[in-house]
């Protein structure tokens, strides 16, 4: 079985920064890709970040600039800095990372829970 295990939501002033973690854990062979999504009530899931395969990036176009994906392949854990936060990035930010566990083949997607970020005055 694998864990994903979400932290560093919470409430920040508009210009302020976070940072979001996401930890792996369980029966990992590998991780092909790590991403971030977000979710506002009444919206589709939307792709903020993404790093995939040897570490290449990608980024939703509302967030370049501003986020930053990066991971420790060691602690298979991936982060998302977010700076200069908006109103509009206020959302329930879930990780998604695709594994293959130890005696497959294939990749599996996998979600956490969901972590709030709320983006005020």
């Known amino acids: 079985q694998v864990q994903l295990v979400e932290s560093g939501g919470g409430l920040v002033q508009p210009g302020g920064s976070l940072r979001l973690s996401c930890a792996a854990s369980g029966s990992i062979l590998s991780i092909n890709a790590m991403r971030w999504y977000r979710q506002v009530p009444g919206k589709e899931r939307e792709l903020v970040a993404a790093i995939i395969g040897g570490g290449r990036t990608n980024y939703g176009d509302s967030v370049k600039g501003r986020f930053t994906i990066s991971r420790d392949t060691a602690k298979n854990t991936v982060y998302l800095q977010m700076n200069s936060l908006k109103p509009e990035d206020t959302a329930v930010y879930y990780c998604?990372?695709?594994?293959?566990?130890?005696?497959?083949?294939?990749?599996?997607?996998?979600w956490g829970k969901g972590t709030l970020v709320t983006v005020s005055s």
């Open positions: 998604n990372v695709n594994i293959v566990p130890r005696g497959g083949v294939y990749g599996i997607e996998y």
